[in-house]
């Protein structure tokens, strides 16, 4: 079955990670490895912080984590929230971890406003966990055409 993502209105996509640089430095990569359990956590037990949804990926000794936000004020509310699991662990990263330089973390944000998706055979995935999954009806039509579409949409 051929499918596509809809998400009302604009939303974010959070790429975090982290790279293992020095595996032998076992007491300083592992705990920066094991804060965003806690973290999603968090996130997933309350909605109204404002992550819909997140796969992880694991490449050797990178990590990437693909979060979908409602908004970025959502976001930069919990990264900054003292009270939440995220404000200890950045501290305890820079504290620990930081000036050994072995593991490094990277983060990147996009803003979308405009987007197209194509789900063939798959199970719920990505931005169609996020948003809402529905059935995409014309199969000669072009990713470029829906893209194009949803742009003048929006």
Do not use: C
């Not at 819909?52 to 409602?70: A, C, D, K, P």
């Not at 990277?106 to 979308?112: D, K, R, S």
Request: aromatic content about 12%; overall charge positive.
């Amino acid at each position: 079955m051929r499918m596509s993502a809809q998400m009302d209105g604009d939303f974010v996509v959070f790429l975090i990670g982290m790279r293992i640089n020095r595996f032998r430095s076992l007491r300083k990569w592992l705990p920066v490895a094991r804060a965003m359990g806690p973290m999603v956590k968090e996130l997933r037990a309350d909605p109204a912080l404002g992550m819909l949804h997140f796969e992880s990926f694991f490449n050797g000794r990178t990590t990437i984590m693909v979060q979908y936000w409602r908004s970025t004020d959502h976001l930069m509310a919990y990264a900054k929230d003292r009270e939440a699991n995220h404000w200890p662990a950045w501290k305890r990263f820079f504290r620990e971890a930081y000036a050994s330089e072995a593991v490094g973390v990277w983060h990147e944000t996009y803003t979308v406003s405009g987007y197209e998706t194509v789900y063939v055979n798959m199970p719920e995935f990505g931005l169609g966990r996020a948003g809402e999954l529905v059935p995409t009806t014309k199969v000669g039509d072009r990713s470029a055409e829906r893209l194009a579409a949803a742009r003048r949409d929006r």
